[in-house]
């Protein structure tokens, strides 16, 4: 569901969202949408340890072809 807002920026801050909307093909709202959403993803990162959320899409799932099977060989190699 979308909803209007009224936002009250800088006349600059306007001007340069216009801009890259225009040069993107898209909208001020679609990109502060974005914005939010990329912020709200940062801001659940925060709730992991440091080190965790360091780690955090390191290895992205399609293009990887690492699987549990690669662990399990890992370990029987380091242990056996």
């Known amino acids: 569901m979308q909803t209007k807002l009224t936002l ?3 006349e600059e801050v306007i001007r340069k969202a216009k801009r890259i909307a225009q040069q993107k093909g898209t ?19 925060e709730d992991f340890p440091p080190i965790t959320s360091s780690m955090i899409g390191v290895i ?3 293009e990887s072809k ?3 099977s690669d ?6 190699e380091k242990y056996l």
């Open 60 to 62: 992205r799932r399609k």
């Open 8 to 10: 009250r920026v800088e």
């Open 27 to 45: 909208s001020v709202s679609r990109i502060f949408g974005e914005f939010i959403n990329s912020q709200a993803e940062n801001v659940m990162l």
């Open 66 to 68: 690492v699987d549990e």
């Open 71 to 76: 662990h399990k060989k890992y370990l029987e």
